[in-house]
């Protein structure tokens, strides 16, 4: 699990690293979640919000895992998405507003 982890860590600290000074792609289909524009990734979250609940769903019919485990991911999953739409929604904004002066 540890590896796991690792390899996604380092994967996406390599993708923010290789796109963070690139130019933002605002149409069309794009895989790298950092090549996004923040208009872009606000919508993305938005799709992703049904795998979220399903996830979240899941974890609460699983038999085995513990109640506290249970709880924790469903706190977590609520602040990190909230706090990602809300950030996402923000910087979208201030682009849209500094692109239109």
Sequence with gaps: ???????VLIVN????????????KDKGFVFAYY????????KRN???MPVIILSIVVV??????????KH???VAASIITVVELVYNYRKAKQEEHNTSE
Excluded: A, E
């Excluded at 600290?13 to 933002?24: E, I, Q, S, T």
């Excluded at 090549?35 to 606000?42: A, D, K, V």
């Design 46 to 48: 938005l799709w992703t």
């Design 13 to 24: 600290l390599g993708f923010w690293l290789f796109y963070r000074k690139r130019h933002k």
């Design 35 to 42: 090549h996004l524009s923040y208009r872009r990734r606000f």
């Design 1 to 7: 699990m540890i590896v796991s982890i690792s390899i």
């Design 60 to 69: 609460y019919i699983v038999d085995f895992l513990p109640p506290w485990f």
């Design 72 to 74: 924790g991911f469903l």
